[in-house]
């Protein structure tokens, strides 16, 4: 026998409220990469069966934050520096292709949005609300991708992000800078989009995908 609707949603809620917990605590480094994620003591910290927690670990193994093994349990996704740097030299090309096209199409609406992208950075690094600075940071790169006005760069970023996520290429918690440093250099990529000059802004968003601030 099928579970009732009301059943099905209350679950999907409880998975929902369980995925969002890892999740955050994956972002804001509360679970470092290596650590073993214990469904039943999740369960218990939610008041939940162990069934919405699980669902919830899946959706996470799908998203590359979360390793799952066989016979020995769930673990937040460790990588390795080579790992990291394959991964910034892509992030690195894709952002420096969609930044010179950008330019094309930057206007105030989307300098409005990119800029309360950034707004959203400076106040989370004054609350220290690291999962939501990552948040903020990858929605700003992620607006620069989809306002490149090429079909395929959304593409291939949705396929990266969650690796960018995991590897910690946008807003790394182990970051030990200046949080609100970290938001005014993107308001600095929005100047530079602003100028209109396409190299500058292509080498501009290169520099930083790949650690290197001009």
């Not at 990469?33 to 214990?38: D, E, L, N, T």
């Not at 790169?141 to 490149?148: N, Q």
């Not at 949080?179 to 292509?202: C, D, F, K, P, Y």
Request: glycine share 8%; charged share 25%; aromatic share 6%.
């Amino acid at each position: 026998m099928s579970s009732p609707p009301e059943a099905t949603l209350r679950r999907s809620l409880l998975s929902d409220q369980a995925y969002d917990l890892v999740r955050n605590s994956i972002l804001e480094g509360t679970l470092p990469p290596g650590a073993r994620i214990v469904e039943s003591e999740l369960a218990r910290q939610l008041g939940v069966s162990q069934a919405p927690v699980r669902e919830a670990v899946k959706r996470l193994v799908h998203e590359g934050l979360v390793i799952s093994l066989p016979r020995r349990g769930s673990y937040v996704r460790q990588i390795s520096d080579d790992e990291a740097a394959d991964a910034r030299e892509v992030r690195g090309l894709l952002e420096e292709s969609a930044a010179r096209e950008a330019i094309t199409h930057f206007d105030l609406a989307a300098r409005v949005l990119l800029e309360q992208l950034v707004n959203g950075m400076r106040e989370a690094a004054i609350d220290n609300d690291l999962a939501a600075f990552r948040g903020y940071d990858m929605g700003f790169h992620r607006t620069v991708i989809e306002l490149s006005g090429n079909s395929y760069l959304p593409r291939l970023w949705a396929v990266m992000e969650p690796s960018l996520l995991s590897l910690r290429i946008v807003g790394d918690p182990g970051f030990q800078g200046d949080w609100t440093e970290m938001a005014e250099a993107h308001q600095r990529l929005i100047e530079v989009l602003a100028s209109a000059n396409r190299g500058r802004a292509a080498a501009a968003f290169l520099n930083h995908a790949t650690g290197v601030e001009a």
